[in-house]
């Protein structure tokens, strides 16, 4: 079963999710603050293949849950969920782990296509030990393994996210080419992403922050300016 954890304090707002997904195919648990959010995550041995987060809840806001949860799995595929004002929240959120972002208000269409995206994610990454034709591509330091769906650099292995590591892998299988911001997104996020290319941008910063020595001063993930980025070895 495919199983969604919905947050949000709207009980209207949450009705609606938890409707959509269901005829989606997915089994939800609702959680109407951020507390009962990670009670119910832990006390299901968080067997969440999804969490959606609203960034405004009473007693622990989404930031924070999104925080724990990637704390405790990077497996687990996070959306949190902003109103149109809250520009900065959603690049905090990215940053802090979140996979995707959708605003509101959402048509159920759109929730149903960002939920289904990250969805699939999670379950390559699962399913991912089972794939014995899996190769390994090593780039100066680097090592990605494609069969176990990990990153080493000098031996160390760097957590990723799913969205990280389908970033990275574009970059191994592309090194030094330059690759647009909006092949990026159409290769990582689908053809049909409701959003914009701010995510790219977000997500590249993040990924600097594990794989670089000076993030600010990145030798590999490299920025085309007016055009995308470039990985070199």
Same mark, same amino acid.
Request: glycine fraction near 8%; charged fraction near 25%; aromatic fraction near 8%.
């Given at each position: 079963? !495919? ?6 304090? /709207? ?7 938890? %409707? @959509? ?14 507390? #009962?959010?990670?009670? /119910?995550?832990? =006390? ?7 969490? &959606? ?10 930031? /924070? ?13 996070? %959306?949190?969920? @902003? ?6 929240? !959603?690049?905090?959120? &990215? ?6 972002? %959708?605003?509101?208000?959402? =048509? ?16 390559? $990454? ?6 014995? $034709?899996?190769?390994?591509? /090593? ?5 990605? $393994? *494609?069969?176990?769906? @990990?990153? =080493? ?8 996210? #799913?969205?990280?590591?389908?970033? %990275? ?9 330059? *690759?647009?911001?909006?092949?990026? *997104? ?34 590999? *993930?490299? @920025? ?10």
């Amino acid at each position: 079963m !495919k199983n969604v954890l919905v947050a949000e304090d /709207e009980a209207s707002i949450r009705e609606i999710i938890a %409707i @959509t997904l269901v005829r989606g195919g997915y089994n939800v648990v609702e959680a109407a603050d951020g507390k #009962q959010a990670l009670d /119910e995550y832990y =006390s299901k041995g968080g067997h969440f293949d999804v969490v &959606l987060l609203d960034i405004m809840m009473p007693v622990l806001d989404g930031l /924070e849950v999104c925080k724990k949860l990637r704390q405790n799995s990077s497996n687990v595929g996070i %959306i949190i969920l @902003t109103a149109k004002t809250q520009e900065m929240d !959603k690049v905090s959120g &990215l940053l802090m782990g979140a996979d995707d972002y %959708i605003t509101k208000p959402f =048509s159920p269409s759109e929730l149903m296509a960002r939920v289904d995206a990250v969805y699939r994610r999670v379950s390559m $990454n699962k399913g991912s030990g089972e794939n014995e $034709n899996g190769d390994i591509i /090593e780039l100066g330091q680097f090592e990605l $393994n *494609l069969r176990n769906r @990990t990153l =080493s650099k000098n031996g160390t292995q760097i957590e990723l996210t #799913q969205v990280e590591f389908q970033i %990275i892998e574009y970059f191994f299988t592309n090194p030094g080419k330059p *690759l647009e911001r909006n092949k990026i *997104l159409e290769n990582v996020w689908g053809a049909s992403y409701y959003g914009d290319e701010k995510v790219v941008d977000v997500n590249i910063r993040r990924l600097r922050m594990k794989v670089e020595e000076e993030p600010s001063v990145p030798k590999h *993930l490299t @920025t085309i300016w007016g055009y995308g980025y470039k990985w070199v070895e």
